[in-house]
């Protein structure tokens, strides 16, 4: 199991040093396990990339870290790269608007969003 970026970047470097560039499926690959790290950062229990939108449901142990709801809720609706409505009450989540013209691009974009606000973090 990958726990941080630093590890994904290892490992991309490794394999491109073995095999030379990787396909568009492995670059897919890895960007989805980099999103998946980022959003574990911010509680996220689940997440669901589907056209423009990326949607986070948090863990129910989000509600008993303060720094959840005076820090981390705060900084991604004050953001202003990317529209973040709240999508469920019951079971707390947002949902990002993605910007880009591929997947690819909203994957990217995806992860710089959240890199932001976690560097402020």
Request: aromatic fraction near 10%; glycine fraction near 2%.
């Amino acid at each position: 199991n990958f726990s941080s970026i630093e590890q994904i970047e290892n490992l991309k470097h490794e394999l491109r040093d073995r095999f030379g560039a990787a396909p568009a499926e492995v670059k897919n690959f890895f960007d989805a396990i980099e999103l998946k790290i980022l959003t574990s950062q911010l509680y996220a229990e689940r997440i669901i990339l589907k056209d423009n939108f990326l949607k986070i449901f948090f863990d129910e142990s989000a509600k008993d870290d303060n720094s959840f709801f005076d820090e981390i809720i705060p900084k991604l609706m004050q953001q202003k790269i990317a529209k973040i409505n709240f999508i469920n009450r019951e079971n707390l989540a947002i949902q990002i608007a993605l910007l880009g013209d591929n997947r690819e691009d909203k994957m990217s974009f995806a992860k710089k969003l959240l890199q932001h606000v976690l560097a402020n973090n």
